[in-house]
């Protein structure tokens, strides 16, 4: 079936620095890819919906600033946290679909970011 | 809003034993209803699927029949195995909320099965 990686699969970094997590479509080139953030025992929580060579759309009360997305291309998204603090750590999930139908995105091992 | 309320776990069953995963929800529109997988250490894989009211998903040895009437969407397995141990989350798309490519998801349950 489709693969669809994630690295790093673990970061930590100090309060106030960057990180960016990549998003891979490894054998199916995604048009629409999607960034979730999960908190501990709660559910997904959709963060922004990126389509190949335009804007992300961002879910009210997401921080369009605060998490760059880019997909520069049909394999490869990425979520930058920019400046980050303590309340950004999570496990950020992506996935990606080839069509237009929601039910067959392809989901990433999640990342785990851990802000000290 | 959509939402997705499914029981918490974790949920502890000898192998061979019946399963039951429960999924309720709400919805504006007329959503179709999804059970997500998560093995350890691996991403969200989409489990089974219903499109629209009385439709049977079923998966695995997995089914879930989808209830209009009682908003339901239960996960159910007649003998479960240790490679059954998981977390499984229930989502829902709706069509009239979110253009049929949003997902909304239940807090997952973990099932873990023993010997």
């Known amino acids: 079936g489709a693969v669809v990686s994630q690295h790093p699969s673990r970061v930590i970094c100090k309060s106030g620095t960057s990180v960016k997590i990549e998003c891979r479509s490894l054998?199916?080139?995604?048009?629409?890819m999607f960034w979730y953030r999960q908190f501990p025992k709660q559910s997904l929580m959709l963060m922004a919906t990126s389509n190949e060579g335009s804007k992300a759309t961002y879910e009210q009360g997401v921080e369009k600033d605060k998490f760059l997305i880019n997909h520069a291309s049909l394999t490869l998204s990425t979520l930058t946290v920019t400046s980050a603090h303590p309340e950004d750590s999570s496990f950020y999930i992506c996935?990606?679909?080839?069509?237009?139908?929601?039910?067959?995105?392809?989901f990433g091992p999640g990342t785990r970011l851990t802000v000290t | 809003g959509d939402s997705v309320t499914q029981m918490e776990g974790p949920v502890t069953l000898s192998e061979e034993a019946f399963l039951t995963i429960n999924c309720t929800y709400t919805?504006?529109?007329?959503?179709?209803l999804f059970w997500y997988v998560q093995y350890p250490g691996e991403g969200l894989q989409l489990l089974l699927k219903a499109t629209k009211a009385d439709d049977k998903g079923s998966n695995k040895g997995f089914e879930a029949t989808y209830r209009k009437e009682t908003t339901s969407f239960h996960l159910e397995k007649g003998s479960v195995q240790v490679s059954d141990s998981a977390v499984y989350f229930c989502?829902?798309?709706?069509?009239?909320?979110?253009?049929?490519?949003?997902?909304?998801f239940g807090t997952g349950t973990q099932l873990k099965v023993e010997l």
């Open positions: 919805a504006t529109g007329y959503p179709s």
């Open positions: 996935s990606a679909i080839q069509g237009a139908v929601a039910y067959e995105q392809y």
């Open positions: 989502a829902l798309s709706d069509q009239l909320t979110g253009g049929g490519n949003k997902l909304t």
């Open positions: 054998d199916f080139q995604a048009t629409t």
